[in-house]
């Protein structure tokens, strides 16, 4: 059988709700020349195994099964696996829009100086709005994540990196392979248009990797399995993250000022004064 161009890898653990959504995504490209490539992360649910055995019949759909061992070494299966020359990791509670392999694929194919090609990204779910992407240089790498995990790379960027580390199971195991990724000298260029969603539910892990402890034993990992690149770009690194830091402040300075902001905190001072009846 002829290889396919791309392979969407779509590791999955208990995502009934929403993988029937992230699947069909993939079904309505407008770009037809792909495989879909799913592990089923040791599910415990019913709706998903019910769901992968429907769609483990549809052409071009294969579903691979292993006990839990987290989204890492999921991924990594599912690229072994995979027959493409181009790797497009979806998480079973996102989504594409129609057009992410055809504004994508062609760049890749265009440009073999280029190893990621990604894009803008729609949050849904219990957040909103629109994450533009950053830039893919190694100093802005270091200091935080830049690009979302749903990016079509070249497979041989993932055989050089050594693959996703199955030391970050809370999180950050995309961001430590765009880093390995920068490290090696790969580039990647932005599609600035929203083509992926990001959705944020209860059970998300991300969840739990933002609390004060979690990320911050996050950073540390990073830093030392990274150590050497912080040691050489530390001025750049600690500058991009005081620079957000700083951003953040602002944003939220700006919330608090308000004018229906500063109502509401008033009207609420009023109604915590006001002796009870």
Partial sequence: MTAPRVSVVVPVFNAGP?????????????????EVVVVDDGSTDAH?????EGWAREPGVTVH???????????????ERARGAYVLPLDADDYLAPAFLAKTVPLLDGDPRLGVVYT?????????????????????????CTIHVCSLYRRELWAAVGGYDPQ????????????????????????????????RSPTSREL????????????????????????????????????????????????????AIRIALRLRALLQ????A
């Avoid at 090696?184 to 990001?198: D, F, N, Q, T």
């Fill in 65 to 79: 099964r292993t006990p839990n061992r987290g989204p890492a070494l999921a991924r990594n299966l599912g690229i």
């Fill in 48 to 52: 998903t195994g019910s769901l992968l």
């Fill in 208 to 259: 739990n990797a933002r609390s004060p402890d979690a990320s911050a034993r996050l950073m540390r990992s990073l830093v030392a399995k990274h150590r050497v690149l912080y040691e050489q770009h530390l001025e750049e690194a600690m500058a991009g993250m005081y620079q957000r830091l700083s951003a953040a402040g602002v944003t939220l300075e700006r919330i608090y000022h308000h004018p």
């Fill in 120 to 144: 803008w990204v729609g949050l849904v779910g219990n957040h909103h709005g629109v994450w533009r992407t950053g830039g893919f240089s190694l100093t802005e790498l270091l200091s935080r």
């Fill in 18 to 34: 929403y993988l029937d959504e992230a699947l069909r995504s993939v079904a309505r490209q407008t770009y037809r020349d792909f």
């Fill in 168 to 199: 970050f199971v809370e999180s950050c195991e995309d961001w430590d392979f765009w880093l390995g990724a920068a490290a090696r000298g790969w580039e990647g260029r932005c599609v600035p248009e929203v083509l992926a969603y990001y959705r």
């Fill in 273 to 276: 004064r006001a002796p009870a």
